[in-house]
């Protein structure tokens, strides 16, 4: 699992299936680690002819207009590979902004707000994810540094 962390959130992503991509976002999403993440899933997808992304933000608090942005336009940009995107969100479900994105994706973003819900879809394409998940070593956000 890659991970792109600065001293606000983290963002982390790997291949946990074949062609099944996994991404977690955690805290507040900065304009730099937004854009490194950006820059890497237009890499991974471009391994791939199609794959199914499954981005896990249930732990996202905030997010730089800018780092939404990049992410947005790497989706755009390789809309065709994408056969299917499942988003777990934080409980209070999707907002007017993600369901414009959906629509410009024609609808092939799924919410979800249950953790149990998006788990089982993800397990259905790739059953070893978990395995793949947690072997993976974590990164919490950088620590502030004192002035």
């Not at 507040?28 to 937004?34: D, E, F, R, T």
């Not at 950006?38 to 002819?49: D, I, M, N, P, S």
């Not at 933000?57 to 299917?84: C, H, M, P, Q, W």
Request: proline share 2%; hydrophobic share 45%.
């Amino acid at each position: 699992m890659e991970h792109f962390a600065d001293d606000y959130g983290c963002v982390s992503v790997a291949w946990v299936g074949d062609s099944v991509l996994y991404a977690r976002f955690e805290r507040k999403i900065s304009a730099q680690v937004g854009e490194r993440y950006a820059a890497r899933l237009l890499a991974l997808v471009g391994e791939v002819e199609s794959l199914r992304y499954f981005a896990d933000s249930r732990n996202l608090t905030e997010y730089d207009i800018l780092a939404r942005s990049a992410i947005v336009r790497a989706v755009l940009s390789n809309r065709l590979k994408f056969a299917s995107t499942v988003v777990l969100t934080w409980a209070g479900g999707a907002g007017p902004v993600s369901r414009t994105f959906a629509s410009a994706l024609d609808g092939s973003i799924e919410y979800l707000t249950d953790a149990a819900q998006f788990e089982s879809r993800m397990l259905a394409v790739a059953p070893r994810a978990n395995q793949a998940i947690e072997a993976a070593p974590k990164v919490a956000a950088r620590s502030r540094r004192s002035r």
